[in-house]
């Protein structure tokens, strides 16, 4: 597989410590080692519109979540901190002395559980629509937990697909949806229920003050929640106008003059 800009592809797998392999794509490039996360159902090929910009300055390397692409599912009952690991696996069996973490949604979370255990080895979080949504990143109570696993559960392909048409924006995004939709009704869905839950526990509050490095997010200006979660105060958020959820994907050119703003040079 080659690189758009004549960079040799290497894929490989990586073992993690809960048991499973981790699935990644390394597409070389010289600069700061940049780790692409997609969110929850996704996959490494939503990152495709960031490769050929950023491996003429950086390694990039994109990876498959548990549960998705050609990774190995999680164990039952595993979540956010085995996708952590499995971050973690990825940068040790490439031997990256340093790294920067990019994670959209979902992949937010499992950045700042990785930051956390790769201490000094994470220069820098950039979430991608994450972080400042209360109804997704504080914790929620048990009853509502259990109502939203139970819908998804109920009917998965139509409550995904329905959810991904919600939160993607623009006039010409229909292809989009459908490739979002496709990916995403492809997973293990053992896995999505177990690891939407995860989240869904996860509470940012607790977390965020254990983060050491640098942290930042570039968000959808129409799906911003009016509900402000006091820890992130002094977080920078970057605001994409005309993008829902996927800004990666939907507004791809303005999405990556703001990355590559955001992305440490040393």
């Not at 499992?110 to 991608?128: D, F, K, P, S, Y």
Request: aromatic share 6%; glycine share 10%; with cysteine.
């Amino acid at each position: 597989m080659s690189g758009s800009c004549g960079q040799l592809a290497v894929t490989g797998s990586a073992q993690a410590s809960y048991g499973g392999t981790v699935s990644f794509t390394d597409f070389g490039g010289e600069g700061p080692a940049l780790i692409f996360a997609h969110g929850w159902c996704g996959s490494q090929s939503f990152w495709t519109s960031q490769i050929p910009s950023f491996s003429q300055h950086c390694r990039v390397v994109t990876l498959d979540m548990a549960g998705s692409g050609a990774s190995d599912p999680l164990p039952a009952g595993a979540g956010l901190l085995e996708m952590a690991q499995g971050i973690l696996a990825v940068v040790d069996t490439l031997g990256l002395p340093q790294v920067t973490l990019i994670g959209h949604s979902m992949g937010g979370p499992v950045a700042v559980e990785a930051a956390i255990r790769l201490g000094a080895r994470c220069n820098r979080v950039i979430g991608v629509d994450t972080f400042t949504d209360p109804m997704f990143y504080c914790r929620r109570p048990d009853e509502e937990i259990a109502s939203r696993v139970a819908a998804f559960s109920a009917d998965f392909r139509e409550v995904t697909e329905a959810m991904v048409v919600r939160t993607v924006r623009g006039g010409n995004q229909p292809a989009i949806c459908r490739w979002i939709v496709q990916e995403m009704c492809g997973v293990n869905q053992m896995v999505a229920l177990s690891t939407l839950r995860s989240l869904l526990e996860w509470d940012i509050e607790e977390r965020w003050p254990l983060l050491r490095c640098a942290a930042s997010t570039i968000n959808s200006a129409e799906l911003e929640s009016d509900e402000a979660i006091p820890c992130l105060s002094r977080l920078p958020v970057v605001h994409i106008a005309g993008s829902g959820h996927f800004p990666m994907m939907e507004c791809p050119e303005e999405f990556n003059k703001v990355l590559s703003a955001a992305i440490p040079r040393r």
